[in-house]
């Protein structure tokens, strides 16, 4: 009876061994032990990903409403499996607190390098600081570290409420009373754990762009000013940012917020002792998660209500701005992009059609995204006055309002007081590509618009994502029909961020890849960085990049107002809400 039982075993055992050794495991060694990863599939099998890293502590109990707390955990001997994305963080009836995790990519022969020198691509998601995850499909690195040859790094952190919820009782004893930047602080803590750890895969800890697209870019930009965030990066690239409008709230403003979300979960100093608490924070922290769901969504109606980055006088010390005309900033190069029609989404998601809408709704429609005190609406009128411009079209009217106020202004804003300290600073404008495939929104909302919106709306806000993701290579995105003109302008995109973790000093030049064959986009001999008598801005399109002076494509004259705007709410020391 033993001598077949043996010879199955032994059977068992080499099939074992041949199946095995069929599947190669990519495995980085870091200070608390082995991370396994997973091959991607298909053409791009040469790359290795690593999702679901915890980097934090689970930011929960105790740790609600706190600044995080490293991850120091020894991973198991064999390995922490890191082959499926941690969940999202909590948003709406999706995804956890528990969520403070990151995803890496990398080249598969770079992983354990004994020289690791990759360049290091980091990403900050978008979602307005409400949504969103770093382990969305669209984000996936693998095509963009084949063709790039980089490090690429994506992480979740804290959202909504309940990332950045600030009220006075919330202020981070163990942080030296910082409050409200609760998912700015997680972005931080991957960061440093990019330092600490990315040289296990390849990647070189002194060549780090950080790139952020939306409330990423915003994010962006914050760190830049932020003196904690100090030598965490080497390079920054912002699209469709802005260190302003709807990415940062004065404190006054935010303990607002704050004392009414306060209210609404029952735990006012006047009903926390009915309630069995000792405190306001004991109330807070043991309010069910989906309670403080329900109160998030029944609040934030209007983007200038949601619970955004607080200038706590801690991490952020004075507005953004103010620290950006001071130069007391990451002296790292900068680029700043946005994309030529921007607004067009946000006010669509307002108005729900492209029928034109009366002038008191524009007002409306554009408050909701960009406070605008009452004293300014006179001169926004003259600005944007469709009668006059837009053939009587107030939607037209509210796309070039909010591209102007929510994006190109504040853009232009942190360029021009960045150039002035001599910091490098580089500004595109992103046209829509002509023809306009209609893929890249498709692709990333699921929806087509139709030729006629399509060409109406052209690149409105999230256009950029398809292009630097590479989404027109990859499965199953390229199952649009991207024109060719498309797939190297997503190659151009893509490289130009990593250029800047790339190229020495920073520019945002592709370096030579295989998949980026156009002569107008591979051979740009130079990108001029603005200074204090020159401001080149590139057009990025399809058919090639173009500088033009600011002045001459209308950029300084109507950013006037805008700039006058915030200089009133920042005398103030707050954002006029109307
Ligand atoms: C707060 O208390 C009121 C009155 O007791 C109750 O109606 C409401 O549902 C409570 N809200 C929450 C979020 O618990
Ligand atoms: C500013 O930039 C322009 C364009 O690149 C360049 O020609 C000029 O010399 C620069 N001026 C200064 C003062 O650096």
């Known amino acids: 009876m033993t001598l077949p039982i043996l010879t199955l075993l032994a059977a068992v055992y080499l099939l074992c061994t041949l199946v095995g050794a069929s599947v190669y495991i990519p495995v980085a060694s870091t200070s608390l032990g ?13 790359v290795a990903s690593f999702r679901g890293i915890p980097y934090a502590k689970p930011p929960v109990g105790r740790l609600r409403w706190a600044a995080p707390v490293k991850y120091s955990t020894n991973y198991p001997l064999e390995g922490l499996d890191a082959i499926s994305p941690g969940s999202k963080c909590r948003q709406g009836t999706e995804g ?4 403070l995790f990151l ?10 390098a004994p020289k690791p020198k990759l360049p290091v691509r980091v990403f900050i998601h978008g979602g307005g600081y409400q949504t969103g995850a770093g382990s969305e499909d669209m984000y996936d690195g693998c095509k963009l570290v084949q063709d790039g040859k980089v490090v690429f790094v994506t992480m979740n952190y804290r959202l909504g409420i309940l990332g950045f919820m600030a009220a006075p009782e919330l202020r981070d004893s163990s942080a030296d009373f910082g409050v409200g930047n609760w998912g700015l602080l997680d972005q931080r803590l991957a960061l440093q754990w990019v330092r600490d750890n990315i040289a296990a895969f390849g990647g070189d800890p002194k060549k780090v762009v950080l790139s952020g697209e939306s409330a990423g870019a915003y994010s962006t930009l914050l760190h830049l000013v932020t003196p904690g965030s100090r030598g965490l990066f080497s390079a920054a690239a912002s699209f469709s940012g802005s260190a302003d409008a709807m990415a940062v709230d004065f404190l006054r403003d935010a303990y607002t917020k704050g004392t009414n979300i306060r209210a609404a979960l029952n735990c006012s100093i006047d009903k926390i002792a009915d309630r069995g608490y000792a405190n306001i924070p004991d109330c807070l922290r043991n309010t069910p998660v989906d309670i403080i769901m329900a109160v998030q969504a029944a609040l934030g109606l209007r983007t200038v209500d949601y619970c955004v980055p607080t200038i706590d006088g801690v991490e952020i010390i ?34 729900g059609s492209a029928t034109n809408i009366e002038l008191r709704r524009f007002y409306e429609v554009v408050t909701n995204l960009i406070p605008v005190p009452v004293t300014y609406y006179e001169r926004v009128y003259e600005q944007y006055d469709a009668d006059a411009f ?34 490098s600073v580089r500004y ?18 699921g929806v087509y618009l139709g030729q006629e919106i399509t060409d109406l709306v052209g690149a409105l806000h999230g256009y950029d994502i398809p292009f630097t993701f590479m989404a027109p290579y990859r499965s199953p995105y390229n199952l649009c029909r991207f024109t060719d003109d498309e797939k190297q302008l997503a190659s151009f995109l893509s490289g130009i961020i ?18 980026l064959t156009s002569p107008a986009l591979k051979d740009i001999p130079n990108w001029p960085v603005w200074n204090t008598t020159s401001s080149l801005v590139m057009d990025i399109n399809t058919a090639g990049p173009e500088l033009y002076a600011a002045e001459d494509i209308g950029l300084d004259a109507k950013c006037q107002l805008w700039d006058d705007i915030l200089a009133d709410a920042i005398a103030a020391g707050s954002t006029a809400y109307t």
């Open 34 to 46: 082995r991370i396994n990863g997973i091959l991607c599939d298909g053409d791009v099998s040469d």
């Open 96 to 99: 956890d607190e528990d969520c």
């Open 103 to 112: 995803n890496v990519w990398a080249p598969a022969k770079a992983i354990g």
């Open 318 to 351: 004075k507005h953004p701005v103010t620290l950006m005309e001071q130069g007391r900033v990451a002296k790292v190069p900068i680029l700043l992009g946005v994309n030529a029609n921007e607004g067009a989404l946000e006010v669509l998601a307002q108005t």
């Open 390 to 423: 837009f053939d009587g079209n107030w939607i037209i009217a509210a796309f070039h309002a909010v591209t102007d106020g929510g994006y190109h202004c504040p853009s232009r804003r942190a360029a021009k007081n960045l150039a002035k300290h001599g910091i």
């Open 428 to 445: 595109h404008i992103l046209e829509a590509s002509q023809p306009n495939s209609g893929c890249p929104v498709y692709v990333s909302t």
């Open 498 to 515: 990593n250029g800047m973790a790339a190229n020495r000093n920073g520019a945002p030049l592709p370096p030579r890849t295989k998949s």
